[in-house]
Protein backbone atom coordinates (compact mmCIF):
# COMPACT_ATOMS: atom_id res chain seq x y z
CA UNK A 1 0.00 0.00 0.00
CA UNK A 2 1.44 3.51 -0.76
CA UNK A 3 1.98 5.80 1.83
CA UNK A 4 -0.41 8.67 2.16
CA UNK A 5 0.46 12.18 1.67
CA UNK A 6 -0.69 13.95 4.67
CA UNK A 7 -1.67 17.73 4.97
CA UNK A 8 -2.05 18.34 8.63
CA UNK A 9 -5.46 15.84 9.96
CA UNK A 10 -6.28 15.06 5.99
CA UNK A 11 -4.58 13.85 2.80
CA UNK A 12 -3.88 14.87 -0.78
CA UNK A 13 -6.46 12.73 -3.15
CA UNK A 14 -6.46 11.48 -6.49
CA UNK A 15 -8.53 13.17 -8.96
CA UNK A 16 -11.77 12.60 -9.92
CA UNK A 17 -12.52 9.44 -12.60
CA UNK A 18 -14.83 9.66 -15.20
CA UNK A 19 -16.80 6.02 -16.34
CA UNK A 20 -17.83 6.69 -20.48
CA UNK A 21 -20.93 4.55 -21.14
CA UNK A 22 -20.86 5.19 -24.99
CA UNK A 23 -24.28 3.35 -25.01
CA UNK A 24 -25.81 5.62 -22.39
CA UNK A 25 -27.79 5.17 -18.93
CA UNK A 26 -31.30 4.13 -19.01
CA UNK A 27 -33.22 6.05 -16.58
CA UNK A 28 -35.82 4.02 -14.53
CA UNK A 29 -38.83 5.69 -16.14
CA UNK A 30 -37.75 5.02 -19.48
CA UNK A 31 -35.31 7.53 -20.98
CA UNK A 32 -31.90 6.91 -22.29
CA UNK A 33 -29.40 9.70 -22.48
CA UNK A 34 -26.29 8.80 -24.50
CA UNK A 35 -23.59 8.90 -24.19
CA UNK A 36 -23.01 9.41 -20.40
CA UNK A 37 -20.57 10.41 -18.32
CA UNK A 38 -20.16 8.93 -14.15
CA UNK A 39 -18.26 10.68 -12.54
CA UNK A 40 -16.22 8.78 -9.36
CA UNK A 41 -13.45 9.06 -6.85
CA UNK A 42 -12.26 6.38 -5.03
CA UNK A 43 -10.02 6.84 -1.45
CA UNK A 44 -7.33 4.29 -0.02
CA UNK A 45 -6.41 1.11 -1.23
CA UNK A 46 -8.62 -2.13 -2.89
CA UNK A 47 -7.06 -5.07 -1.02
CA UNK A 48 -6.24 -8.32 -3.20
CA UNK A 49 -9.23 -10.08 -2.82
CA UNK A 50 -11.55 -6.63 -3.19
CA UNK A 51 -13.04 -7.44 0.20
CA UNK A 52 -12.33 -3.74 1.84
CA UNK A 53 -14.67 -1.69 0.05
CA UNK A 54 -17.15 0.57 1.13
CA UNK A 55 -19.59 2.80 -1.01
CA UNK A 56 -20.26 6.17 0.69
CA UNK A 57 -23.19 7.81 -1.07
CA UNK A 58 -23.81 11.69 -0.86
CA UNK A 59 -26.24 13.86 -0.23
CA UNK A 60 -28.23 16.80 -2.19
CA UNK A 61 -25.55 18.93 -3.15
CA UNK A 62 -22.80 17.08 -2.24
CA UNK A 63 -20.15 15.56 -4.53
CA UNK A 64 -18.04 12.61 -5.02
CA UNK A 65 -14.98 14.38 -3.07
CA UNK A 66 -15.41 12.30 0.36
CA UNK A 67 -12.70 13.43 2.24
CA UNK A 68 -8.93 14.74 1.25
CA UNK A 69 -7.74 17.52 -0.37
CA UNK A 70 -6.83 17.48 -4.53
CA UNK A 71 -3.70 19.89 -3.86
CA UNK A 72 -1.99 21.33 -0.31
CA UNK A 73 -3.75 24.84 -0.77
CA UNK A 74 -7.23 24.07 -1.03
CA UNK A 75 -9.24 26.02 1.28
CA UNK A 76 -11.36 22.68 2.35
CA UNK A 77 -11.23 18.96 2.38
CA UNK A 78 -13.89 16.38 1.26
CA UNK A 79 -17.37 17.03 2.54
CA UNK A 80 -17.31 13.82 4.85
CA UNK A 81 -13.43 14.42 5.85
CA UNK A 82 -13.83 14.16 9.76
CA UNK A 83 -15.01 10.73 9.26
CA UNK A 84 -13.19 9.16 6.57
CA UNK A 85 -9.54 8.79 6.39
CA UNK A 86 -6.32 7.72 7.67
CA UNK A 87 -6.72 6.89 11.35
CA UNK A 88 -10.69 8.06 11.50
CA UNK A 89 -13.49 6.05 11.46
CA UNK A 90 -13.87 4.97 7.72
CA UNK A 91 -10.07 4.28 8.43
CA UNK A 92 -8.39 4.57 4.83
CA UNK A 93 -5.72 2.55 6.17
CA UNK A 94 -7.88 -0.75 6.04
CA UNK A 95 -10.59 0.49 3.89
CA UNK A 96 -10.81 1.43 0.16
CA UNK A 97 -13.86 4.08 -0.43
CA UNK A 98 -15.83 4.49 -3.27
CA UNK A 99 -18.50 7.52 -4.22
CA UNK A 100 -19.99 7.79 -7.26
CA UNK A 101 -21.23 11.86 -8.34
CA UNK A 102 -24.98 10.54 -8.83
CA UNK A 103 -26.80 10.78 -12.34
CA UNK A 104 -28.54 14.27 -12.60
CA UNK A 105 -26.11 15.80 -9.97
CA UNK A 106 -24.04 18.86 -11.55
CA UNK A 107 -20.82 17.87 -10.34
CA UNK A 108 -18.99 15.82 -12.99
CA UNK A 109 -21.87 13.51 -14.03
CA UNK A 110 -23.86 13.92 -17.29
CA UNK A 111 -26.31 16.60 -15.82
CA UNK A 112 -28.89 19.04 -16.98
CA UNK A 113 -26.38 21.88 -17.57
CA UNK A 114 -24.64 19.14 -20.18
CA UNK A 115 -23.91 19.72 -23.44
CA UNK A 116 -26.69 17.35 -25.93
CA UNK A 117 -24.29 16.03 -28.44
CA UNK A 118 -27.81 15.89 -30.73
CA UNK A 119 -27.69 19.55 -30.59
CA UNK A 120 -25.34 21.00 -29.36
CA UNK A 121 -27.30 23.12 -26.02
CA UNK A 122 -27.50 21.85 -22.93
CA UNK A 123 -30.21 19.38 -22.15
CA UNK A 124 -32.04 21.75 -19.48
CA UNK A 125 -36.04 20.50 -19.48
CA UNK A 126 -35.85 17.37 -21.89
CA UNK A 127 -32.93 15.31 -18.57
CA UNK A 128 -34.56 12.94 -17.63
CA UNK A 129 -36.08 13.08 -14.14
CA UNK A 130 -34.05 10.51 -12.07
CA UNK A 131 -35.09 8.16 -9.20
CA UNK A 132 -32.74 6.65 -6.29
CA UNK A 133 -32.99 3.84 -7.97
CA UNK A 134 -31.29 5.29 -10.99
CA UNK A 135 -28.33 6.54 -7.97
CA UNK A 136 -27.53 2.65 -7.23
CA UNK A 137 -27.37 1.84 -10.45
CA UNK A 138 -25.26 4.21 -11.09
CA UNK A 139 -22.88 3.52 -8.04
CA UNK A 140 -23.55 -0.73 -9.45
CA UNK A 141 -22.31 0.13 -12.47
CA UNK A 142 -18.66 1.69 -11.60
CA UNK A 143 -18.40 -0.82 -9.10
CA UNK A 144 -18.69 -3.56 -12.21
CA UNK A 145 -16.55 -1.58 -13.93
CA UNK A 146 -13.92 -1.85 -11.10
CA UNK A 147 -14.77 -5.58 -11.04
CA UNK A 148 -15.83 -5.10 -7.31
CA UNK A 149 -18.99 -7.51 -6.40
CA UNK A 150 -18.91 -6.98 -2.55
CA UNK A 151 -19.19 -4.29 -0.47
CA UNK A 152 -18.16 -4.74 3.16
CA UNK A 153 -20.61 -1.42 4.05
CA UNK A 154 -22.70 1.00 1.91
CA UNK A 155 -23.05 4.35 3.80
CA UNK A 156 -24.20 7.68 3.82
CA UNK A 157 -26.64 10.96 5.45
CA UNK A 158 -29.66 12.10 4.13
CA UNK A 159 -30.05 11.56 0.31
CA UNK A 160 -27.10 9.39 0.92
CA UNK A 161 -28.67 7.71 3.53
CA UNK A 162 -31.84 6.77 1.33
CA UNK A 163 -29.43 5.24 -1.22
CA UNK A 164 -28.46 3.20 1.47
CA UNK A 165 -31.40 1.68 2.32
CA UNK A 166 -32.41 0.84 -1.56
CA UNK A 167 -28.84 -0.48 -1.76
CA UNK A 168 -30.37 -3.05 0.98
CA UNK A 169 -33.56 -3.45 -0.81
CA UNK A 170 -32.12 -3.83 -4.46
CA UNK A 171 -28.71 -6.02 -3.99
CA UNK A 172 -28.84 -7.56 -0.04
CA UNK A 173 -26.70 -10.37 -0.88
CA UNK A 174 -23.97 -7.68 -2.42
CA UNK A 175 -24.27 -5.62 0.66
CA UNK A 176 -22.41 -6.92 4.01
CA UNK A 177 -23.23 -4.03 5.89
CA UNK A 178 -25.22 -0.58 6.10
CA UNK A 179 -24.43 2.40 7.95
CA UNK A 180 -27.21 5.08 7.44
CA UNK A 181 -27.87 8.43 9.37
CA UNK A 182 -30.08 10.90 8.98
CA UNK A 183 -32.31 9.52 6.68
CA UNK A 184 -35.27 6.85 6.28
CA UNK A 185 -37.38 4.90 3.77
CA UNK A 186 -39.15 8.21 3.38
CA UNK A 187 -39.04 11.88 3.25
CA UNK A 188 -42.01 12.21 5.59
CA UNK A 189 -44.99 14.95 4.66
CA UNK A 190 -43.50 18.19 6.35
CA UNK A 191 -40.41 17.73 4.26
CA UNK A 192 -42.04 17.00 0.99
CA UNK A 193 -44.51 20.33 1.55
CA UNK A 194 -41.00 22.34 2.11
CA UNK A 195 -39.51 20.66 -1.07
CA UNK A 196 -42.30 21.03 -2.85
CA UNK A 197 -42.30 24.91 -1.69
CA UNK A 198 -38.69 25.47 -2.91
CA UNK A 199 -39.52 23.44 -6.17
CA UNK A 200 -42.40 25.95 -7.06
CA UNK A 201 -39.95 28.91 -5.87
CA UNK A 202 -37.49 27.80 -9.00
CA UNK A 203 -40.09 26.85 -11.23
CA UNK A 204 -41.93 30.20 -11.13
CA UNK A 205 -39.19 32.19 -11.32
CA UNK A 206 -39.50 34.41 -14.87
CA UNK A 207 -36.35 33.34 -15.64
CA UNK A 208 -36.39 29.60 -15.08
CA UNK A 209 -38.26 29.21 -18.39
CA UNK A 210 -39.45 25.71 -17.54
CA UNK A 211 -36.11 24.48 -17.18
CA UNK A 212 -34.44 26.05 -20.53
CA UNK A 213 -32.69 28.82 -18.84
CA UNK A 214 -28.92 28.35 -19.75
CA UNK A 215 -29.10 30.90 -23.07
CA UNK A 216 -30.99 33.37 -21.62
CA UNK A 217 -29.67 33.59 -18.11
CA UNK A 218 -26.21 32.18 -18.21
CA UNK A 219 -24.48 35.76 -16.46
CA UNK A 220 -26.58 35.23 -13.17
CA UNK A 221 -27.89 32.45 -11.01
CA UNK A 222 -31.27 31.98 -10.71
CA UNK A 223 -32.70 33.96 -7.76
CA UNK A 224 -35.49 31.53 -7.57
CA UNK A 225 -32.85 29.05 -6.39
CA UNK A 226 -31.40 31.30 -4.02
CA UNK A 227 -34.25 31.57 -2.54
CA UNK A 228 -35.36 27.27 -2.23
CA UNK A 229 -32.21 27.01 -0.90
CA UNK A 230 -32.64 29.65 2.03
CA UNK A 231 -36.10 27.33 2.18
CA UNK A 232 -34.22 24.57 1.91
CA UNK A 233 -31.56 25.23 4.56
CA UNK A 234 -34.09 26.01 7.11
CA UNK A 235 -35.07 22.15 7.02
CA UNK A 236 -31.41 21.08 8.26
CA UNK A 237 -31.28 23.59 10.86
CA UNK A 238 -33.19 23.47 14.62
CA UNK A 239 -34.40 25.99 16.83
CA UNK A 240 -31.53 25.79 19.22
CA UNK A 241 -28.79 26.21 16.77
CA UNK A 242 -31.49 29.11 15.06
CA UNK A 243 -31.27 30.76 18.76
CA UNK A 244 -27.97 30.37 19.66
CA UNK A 245 -26.75 31.53 16.29
CA UNK A 246 -28.59 34.27 16.03
CA UNK A 247 -31.72 35.30 17.97
CA UNK A 248 -33.13 38.29 16.94
CA UNK A 249 -29.92 39.94 16.36
CA UNK A 250 -29.94 42.47 13.87
CA UNK A 251 -26.87 43.78 11.47
CA UNK A 252 -26.62 47.52 12.86
CA UNK A 253 -26.94 49.84 11.93
CA UNK A 254 -29.21 48.16 9.57
CA UNK A 255 -32.56 46.95 10.64
CA UNK A 256 -31.78 43.84 8.83
CA UNK A 257 -32.13 40.22 10.82
CA UNK A 258 -28.64 38.23 11.05
CA UNK A 259 -30.43 35.06 9.77
CA UNK A 260 -31.68 37.55 6.68
CA UNK A 261 -28.11 37.97 6.08
CA UNK A 262 -27.02 34.20 6.81
CA UNK A 263 -29.66 32.62 4.31
CA UNK A 264 -28.82 35.26 1.76
CA UNK A 265 -25.10 34.62 2.06
CA UNK A 266 -26.35 30.35 1.65
CA UNK A 267 -28.89 30.83 -0.77
CA UNK A 268 -26.21 32.75 -3.15
CA UNK A 269 -23.30 30.82 -2.38
CA UNK A 270 -25.64 27.51 -2.87
CA UNK A 271 -26.68 28.90 -6.94
CA UNK A 272 -23.09 30.04 -7.54
CA UNK A 273 -22.24 25.90 -7.82
CA UNK A 274 -25.00 24.21 -8.23
CA UNK A 275 -27.62 24.21 -11.33
CA UNK A 276 -31.34 24.98 -10.39
CA UNK A 277 -32.50 22.08 -12.94
CA UNK A 278 -30.11 19.39 -10.96
CA UNK A 279 -31.65 20.69 -7.37
CA UNK A 280 -35.07 19.92 -8.49
CA UNK A 281 -34.23 16.84 -9.74
CA UNK A 282 -32.45 15.35 -7.13
CA UNK A 283 -34.96 16.22 -4.38
CA UNK A 284 -37.98 15.34 -6.45
CA UNK A 285 -36.09 11.76 -6.32
CA UNK A 286 -35.68 11.82 -2.79
CA UNK A 287 -39.77 12.56 -2.14
CA UNK A 288 -40.50 9.64 -4.91
CA UNK A 289 -39.10 6.86 -2.63
CA UNK A 290 -41.19 5.42 -0.06
CA UNK A 291 -40.04 1.58 0.25
CA UNK A 292 -43.48 1.34 2.69
CA UNK A 293 -45.56 2.10 -0.47
CA UNK A 294 -43.36 0.87 -3.32
CA UNK A 295 -42.94 -3.08 -1.67
CA UNK A 296 -45.98 -2.90 0.67
CA UNK A 297 -44.08 -2.37 4.39
CA UNK A 298 -40.79 -1.61 4.82
CA UNK A 299 -40.44 -4.60 6.48
CA UNK A 300 -41.11 -6.64 2.96
CA UNK A 301 -38.66 -3.93 1.07
CA UNK A 302 -35.87 -5.38 3.48
CA UNK A 303 -36.89 -8.83 4.03
CA UNK A 304 -33.74 -10.10 1.96
CA UNK A 305 -31.05 -7.97 3.42
CA UNK A 306 -29.45 -9.75 6.15
CA UNK A 307 -26.52 -8.33 7.10
CA UNK A 308 -25.72 -5.73 10.04
CA UNK A 309 -27.08 -2.24 10.23
CA UNK A 310 -26.12 1.21 11.81
CA UNK A 311 -29.11 3.64 11.87
CA UNK A 312 -28.32 7.25 13.55
CA UNK A 313 -30.73 9.70 14.18
CA UNK A 314 -30.46 13.22 15.51
CA UNK A 315 -32.83 14.37 18.15
CA UNK A 316 -33.28 17.75 16.66
CA UNK A 317 -33.76 16.65 12.64
CA UNK A 318 -36.33 18.28 11.02
CA UNK A 319 -36.15 16.47 7.70
CA UNK A 320 -36.00 13.02 9.22
CA UNK A 321 -37.33 12.96 12.49
CA UNK A 322 -36.44 9.94 14.92
CA UNK A 323 -39.64 8.15 14.86
CA UNK A 324 -38.38 8.18 11.11
CA UNK A 325 -35.68 6.12 11.70
CA UNK A 326 -36.83 4.10 14.61
CA UNK A 327 -39.59 2.72 11.66
CA UNK A 328 -36.46 1.24 9.85
CA UNK A 329 -34.97 -0.20 12.73
CA UNK A 330 -37.89 -1.95 13.82
CA UNK A 331 -38.61 -3.39 10.41
CA UNK A 332 -35.48 -4.77 10.45
CA UNK A 333 -35.16 -6.06 13.54
CA UNK A 334 -38.64 -7.68 13.26
CA UNK A 335 -37.01 -9.94 9.74
CA UNK A 336 -34.76 -11.23 12.84
CA UNK A 337 -31.71 -9.69 11.30
CA UNK A 338 -29.47 -7.34 14.61
CA UNK A 339 -29.75 -3.71 14.11
CA UNK A 340 -27.86 -1.10 16.20
CA UNK A 341 -30.02 1.90 16.63
CA UNK A 342 -29.10 5.09 17.95
CA UNK A 343 -30.63 8.60 18.70
CA UNK A 344 -27.89 11.36 19.21
CA UNK A 345 -28.33 14.79 20.89
CA UNK A 346 -27.36 16.97 19.49
CA UNK A 347 -28.39 20.88 18.74
CA UNK A 348 -27.08 20.39 14.71
CA UNK A 349 -29.96 19.43 13.48
CA UNK A 350 -30.29 17.25 10.19
CA UNK A 351 -26.78 18.61 9.43
CA UNK A 352 -25.44 16.75 12.29
CA UNK A 353 -24.15 13.97 10.50
CA UNK A 354 -21.92 16.33 8.70
CA UNK A 355 -20.44 18.43 11.60
CA UNK A 356 -20.68 16.17 14.73
CA UNK A 357 -17.57 13.98 14.07
CA UNK A 358 -17.20 13.60 17.90
CA UNK A 359 -20.19 11.54 18.40
CA UNK A 360 -20.80 10.01 15.23
CA UNK A 361 -16.92 8.42 14.76
CA UNK A 362 -16.88 6.19 17.90
CA UNK A 363 -20.41 4.27 16.89
CA UNK A 364 -18.97 4.07 13.23
CA UNK A 365 -15.65 3.28 13.68
CA UNK A 366 -17.23 -0.02 16.68
CA UNK A 367 -19.38 -0.83 13.95
CA UNK A 368 -17.07 -1.40 11.34
CA UNK A 369 -14.51 -3.18 13.85
CA UNK A 370 -17.36 -5.89 14.99
CA UNK A 371 -17.91 -6.36 11.57
CA UNK A 372 -14.63 -8.42 11.42
CA UNK A 373 -16.72 -10.85 13.71
CA UNK A 374 -19.69 -11.51 12.23
Given at each position: ????Q???D????DPP ?11 RH????A ?5 Y????E?N?D ?26 R?G??D?L ?5 A????SN ?6 L ?8 A?N?I??N ?10 WA ?12 L ?17 G ?7 V????M?G ?13 Q??A ?14 FN?G??Y???A ?5 G ?5 MV ?11 E ?7 R??T ?5 D ?8 KF??V ?10 SA ?22 P ?10 L ?8 V ?15 I ?14 LI ?5 DF ?7
Amino acid sequence: MRPPQRIGDTFLSDPPRFLELPEGFRFRHGQTVAPFTLAYETFGELNEDKSNAILVCHALSANAHVAGKYAADDARAGWWDGLVGYGKAIDLQSNFVICVNLPGSCMGTTAPNSIDPNNGKPYGSSYPWATIEDMVHSQKTVLDHLGIEHLKAVAGGSLGGMQVLMWAVLYPDMVGSIIAMASAAAVPVQGIAWHIIGRKIIETDQDFNGGDYYERHAAEPLRGLQVARMVGHMTYLSNEALEEKFGRRRRIPTPQFEIDSYLEYQGKKFSRVFDANSYIRIQSAMDEMDLAEQYGSIGKALSAFRSPSLLIAFNTDWLFPPPEVRKVHQAIEATGVSSTHLEIETMNGHDAFLIDYHLITQPVRDFLANLKHD
